[in-house]
């Protein structure tokens, strides 16, 4: 929710469902739901509840104060056995008077489909339907609502110690809603909802040092999570500019082999192994069949086909378009998702989680394939849309990928061909160690043949291809803190780097991360702490975390929440608790 009492982007039942709201792209045509002060706001603060993804907004006012509670249900709620709606379909927002007697206004204006289908609205029962196309809302207000054409309007006071709840519940419009929505009692099931987040945060395993930041990291890690399928979505938004006015806008609410395995290496950290379970259940049905056929994403289910077009009728965030939907790098050959997913295996195996036996077997013909592909060039983690080349970072993780398998026999008993599996990891490792590091630069380098860094190469240390006290690995660390980093943080590369699109985004977050990690590693302890705490400065008012940070505009851009940020900042935490002792933190160790 926005700081004026706005619901700006929703998207029902899914993460990658057309969205209901979305004056986060098109204030004027994108749709929203309003619940604020009539009167002129003194004031306004935002807080989750503790340790939960319960969000309270204080408005004050020259006539009192209000809180504004919202929340996603998580759990179903029944009345008389029959069930109301579930954790997709739920939106709770519960309107507390804090002090005085405040004059509240509501606006409801539903745009199915982005902004698209201006739905027809009716009185239903206790409830004001909303329906248009495929998708419904029922719309439960505890005040009297006036229906005006495609929108409800509703004025109301509010005094100290009362409270009204508001429930939206999404229905598809071909059929019935399961019940009547008349029937949820909104404070209580927001109390259970705060109780389901705070029994889930419970089973964490976390150190007191930075405990408040690495909770709100994994709690926003497990809200990416699609719980009915267990995938886990980059972002839950869509063309969030990653330079304010420019076209690297990109839709991020599908499942990305990369982001989910960074994830679930950053909740096994942590205890959570049903999610980890759940994630290996779902990446076995995502990529059934042939290796050659592995997407470097999917939808929420396992969908392979993600289309990407673009939506002319909406203005874009400030502004910024175009506002895509689905994603074009589907297509791409990504080298580099092979070594992360066998990563995450191994990670699992560390941490006791036995998978099914199918697994092994998809492992087996994962290295098998990288066996046999990883010479080819490759379009790499940024995704470039200027054509594959041979990436340093995509070597490594193949790498990895082989690596990964190796340990498998040589620890944990598996079967498969080692020797063979022995000697192509031999062969990438010569390979990378002379053609990705570049003499005259006197580091490795973006790609073979180049001259240019890339901050992907701080992974190298971070995953066991190389020592960070390597003088090789050292010189490229220092480099990139030469010349890759912007006012303290650090970019992916520099714009004259070729990747297909006009120049123009903000320091990448997971970027100076990494290298927070790196320095740990290095023993520059202070310098890293430094760096991650500027870090956690960047943070929203509730702890979040977008992609990219503009240093120039001294504000967060690009998609909201990111779960690649989150996840960094939870594994620097643990690097830094870490650092020192005799086995410093290292993936895949």
């Known amino acids: 929710m926005s700081l004026d009492g706005s619901i700006d982007w929703l998207c029902l039942p899914r993460f990658d469902s057309p969205a209901s709201f979305a004056a986060l792209l098109d204030e004027r045509e994108g749709g929203r739901w309003r619940v604020a002060p009539r009167d002129e706001v003194t004031s306004v603060s935002r807080s989750y509840r503790g340790d939960t993804l319960v969000l309270d907004t204080t408005f004050h006012t020259a006539a009192g104060a209000v809180t504004v509670t919202d929340c996603l249900a998580v759990e179903e709620v029944t009345s008389a056995g029959e069930a109301v709606a579930s954790a997709q379909d739920l939106l709770l927002r519960l309107v507390t008077g804090v002090e005085g007697r405040v004059a509240m206004t509501m606006t409801y204006a539903p745009r199915f489909f982005f902004g698209d289908i201006v739905p027809w609205v009716r009185r239903h029962g206790d409830a004001i339907e909303a329906v248009g196309g495929p998708d419904a809302l029922d719309l439960l207000a505890p005040v ?23 429930v939206l519940a999404y229905h598809p419009s071909h059929l019935s809603p399961k019940s009547k929505i008349a029937a949820v009692d909104c404070a209580r099931l927001i109390r259970k909802t705060e109780t389901f987040w705070r029994d889930w945060i419970g089973r964490c395993r976390v150190e007191e040092q930075w405990r408040e930041e690495i909770v709100r990291s994994l709690l926003t890690l497990k809200a990416l999570t699609y719980s009915p399928s267990g995938g886990i979505v980059a972002a839950p938004t869509t063309s969030l500019p990653e330079a304010i006015g420019g076209v690297r806008n990109w839709d991020y609410r599908y499942c990305w082999l990369r982001d989910s395995t960074f994830t679930l290496e950053v909740l096994l950290d942590h205890g959570y192994t049903e999610e980890a379970a759940a994630w290996c259940d779902w990446l076995l049905r995502a990529v059934a069949g042939d290796p050659e056929d592995l997407q470097i994403m999917y939808g929420v289910l396992g969908e392979r086909k993600l289309l990407e077009y673009e939506l002319p009728w909406l203005s874009g965030y400030e502004g910024s378009r175009p506002v895509r939907i689905g994603n074009g790098a589907v297509q791409q050959f990504q080298l580099d998702v092979y070594g992360e997913v066998m990563d995450t295996f191994h990670s699992a195996r560390r941490a006791g989680l036995e998978p099914i036996p199918e697994l ?11 066996c046999e592909r990883w010479m080819e060039p490759d379009w790499g983690i940024w995704e470039v849309r200027s054509g594959p080349e041979h990436f340093v970072h995509s070597k490594v993780m193949a790498w990895v990928a082989v690596d990964r398998g190796v340990l498998a ?32 630069v006197g580091s490795f380098v973006r790609c073979y043949g180049d001259e240019r860094l890339d901050a992907s190469l701080l ?42 699109l006009p120049p123009g985004e903000g320091t990448f977050l997971l970027c100076s991360f990494w290298l927070v990690d790196c320095l740990a590693l290095l023993g520059r302890l ?18 979040l975390l977008a992609e990219q940070y503009d240093v120039r505009l001294r504000r967060q851009v690009g998609n909201f929440p990111q779960a690649f940020s989150h996840i960094a900042l939870a ?19």
């Open 144 to 166: 009297e609502a006036e229906v005006r054409g495609h929108e409800v309007y509703a004025s109301f006071e509010v005094a100290a110690g009362e409270e009204l709840g508001f």
């Open 360 to 370: 092994w077997d998809l492992q087996v013909d994962l290295v098998d394939f990288v």
């Open 409 to 440: 026999v040589e620890q944990f008993g598996r079967r498969g061909p080692v020797e063979r599996w022995r000697q192509t990891r031999a062969a990438i490792r010569a390979e990378v160690l002379e053609r990705g590091f570049n003499d005259e």
């Open 459 to 500: 992974m190298l240390p971070l995953v066991g291809f190389i020592e960070a006290t390597d003088p090789r690995m050292r010189a490229t660390i220092e480099a990139i803190e030469r010349r890759l980093m912007v006012d303290g943080f650090v970019l992916r590369y520099l714009e004259d780097t070729p990747d297909g």
């Open 526 to 543: 202070d310098e890293a702490r430094a760096l991650f705490d500027s870090l956690l400065a960047l943070r929203n008012d509730v702890g």
């Open 571 to 589: 594994t620097s935490a643990r690097a830094l608790q870490e650092a020192g002792k005799q086995r410093p933190f290292r993936r895949g160790a």
